[in-house]
């Protein structure tokens, strides 16, 4: 009897979350006395009836295992919490993949969004990214070390200007640039760029320009564009329905991250999703 108790108490750990298993052994250890907790109030138990002892007497032992069980192996309810957290993630992945596969086409099929690596690369990362971001600038060597180790791989650039005017403006002069084919060049400038959060300025931006021999009129004109006005807040407007919240936001096949990852971490990513779109049907 007792290892069925033991058995039962960690088949009930393990795949129900710690509150469950309270409110469960709560209510076979008030089974035990042939009530339930609103019969119970006010301090006391009333009696079982006779015909209902046996069956009460078996409830109560195994409320009483149980409770044994969890109170000599509380590591138990532990590991009931990792796989019910490894659960949640699960499912939020799975979530995330559904949005990213129902906006496909804006993902990655944008002809207007800049890119870098193999523009034919069998896994597209998809970036969501402040020009200010200091986790965006910590991610970009980052990237430029994955296109050039691993020739399979297209990053597609969304700028999402979250940090305020600056940024604004910083994501309509390097769309602008784009014009003038130099996008990565300024893009790289920016992410190098050591100017602290919520200070860069048009004058910088304009410096920025001039270095890297950018028709500065040009530019001037192009970042009045509509398609250039607006094209932050159309890339976050698809961030948010995917479920990005924060930058750098990473789709990386058909997952989404969050975050900065480490060189080791996004390549694992890569390998992941690549194993993934190999096994699709």
């Known amino acids: 009897m007792l290892r069925r108790f033991v058995s039962a108490a960690f088949d009930l750990a393990r795949s129900t979350p710690v509150s469950a298993v309270i409110a469960a052994g709560m209510g076979l250890l008030l089974a035990g006395c042939g009530a339930t907790p609103s019969t119970c109030a006010g301090g006391f138990c009333p009696l079982p009836a006779a015909a209902d002892s046996a069956e009460a007497v078996r409830q109560g032992d195994l409320g009483r295992g149980i409770r044994d069980y969890l109170l000599a192996h509380p590591e138990v309810l532990l590991e009931a919490q990792q796989a019910l957290a490894a659960k949640q993630a699960a499912d939020r992945q799975a979530q995330a993949r559904a949005l990213v596969a129902r906006n496909h086409d804006a993902l990655v099929a944008d002809p207007e969004d800049p890119e870098m690596g193999n523009p034919r690369g069998d896994v597209t990362i998809v970036e969501f990214f402040d020009d200010e971001c200091p986790y965006c600038k910590m991610m970009a060597p980052t990237l430029?070390?994955?296109?050039?180790?691993?020739?399979?791989?297209?990053?597609?650039?969304?700028?999402?200007?979250?940090?305020?005017?600056?940024?604004?403006?910083?994501?309509?002069?390097?769309?602008?640039?784009?014009?003038?084919?130099?996008?990565?060049?300024?893009?790289?400038?920016?992410?190098?760029?050591?100017t602290p959060e919520h200070q860069l300025t048009e004058a910088h931006l304009l410096e920025i320009a001039a270095r890297l021999n950018l028709d500065t009129a040009r530019l001037a004109r192009d970042i009045q564009a509509p398609e250039i006005m607006g094209r932050a807040g159309r890339n976050r407007a698809l961030a948010q329905a995917i479920g990005v919240t924060a930058t750098p936001g990473l789709v990386i096949g058909d997952s989404v991250q969050t975050g900065a990852l480490t060189p080791d971490a996004l390549a694992k990513a890569v390998a992941a999703a690549r194993a993934r779109k190999a096994q699709a049907p």
Do not use: C, N
Request: hydrophobic fraction near 50%; aromatic fraction near 6%.
């Open 144 to 194: 430029e070390a994955l296109i050039r180790t691993d020739p399979g791989v297209r990053v597609v650039l969304k700028d999402i200007a979250i940090l305020g005017p600056g940024s604004e403006v910083a994501a309509r002069y390097a769309l602008a640039a784009k014009r003038q084919g130099k996008y990565a060049a300024f893009h790289a400038a920016l992410m190098a760029d050591k």
